[in-house]
Every structure is written in structure tokens, then in C-alpha cells.
């Protein structure tokens, strides 16, 4: 097995965890932390492909950085998204949250 396939292996298996996590998961943040495993799965095949394909050019890098600026605001408004509603709701469980209506 050689490098890139092992990391094509460990970001598939980081991305079905993540996949799971969000499909079983009950609870708002648990489901948070499930995405942002399944972004990190995808930066990591960006990076393996950048550095095992055309390791001179930045594209890959740039992928990265993009995503992981769109990972920190996905967890910025997530988060206060689950505070709104534990405000309204008092729980974080999704299964609990019946309406959304103010």
C-alpha cells in the first residue's frame, strides 16, 4: 500500500465516523463536531492530493486555508445557533426541538 492510498483510506474512515456522527447523533454540538470531522477528511485528502499530484503548485494549500476559514465560521455560527435554541428550548437535543417558530 503506498502513502497516498493510506491517506485516502484514513480520510474515507474519518469522513464515514463523521457521517455517522451526524446521521445517529441526538445532540446539537455532537452533530458540530461530526461536520467539522468530515471538513478535516476532506483537507486531508487536499493535502495528500497536492503533495502525492503536482506537489509544485499551491492549489491544494490554498483548498486548505479556504476551507479551514469556512470551518471557523461554520463553527462560529453553529454554535451560536445551539445556544439560540438551548436559550429558547433549554435542551441541546435535536429530537426535543419541535418548532423553531419565535
Known amino acids: 500500500m503506498n502513502e497516498l492510498s493510506f491517506f485516502l483510506l484514513l480520510s474515507t474512515l474519518l ?9 445517529v447523533r441526538r445532540n446539537a454540538i455532537l452533530v458540530l463536531v ?27 494549500l490554498m483548498f486548505v486555508l479556504f476551507s479551514i476559514a469556512v470551518a471557523a465560521a461554520e463553527a462560529a455560527v453553529g454554535l451560536a445557533l445551539v445556544i439560540a435554541v438551548y436559550r429558547r ?14
Open 15 to 23: 469522513f464515514g465516523i463523521g457521517l455517522a456522527g451526524v446521521l
Open 34 to 60: 461530526s461536520v467539522e470531522l468530515m471538513l478535516n477528511a476532506a483537507n486531508l485528502n487536499f493535502i495528500a492530493f497536492w503533495r502525492h499530484g503536482a506537489g509544485g503548485e499551491s492549489a491544494g
Open 89 to 102: 428550548f433549554r435542551t441541546a437535543h435535536l429530537d426535543r426541538v419541535d418548532t423553531l417558530k419565535g
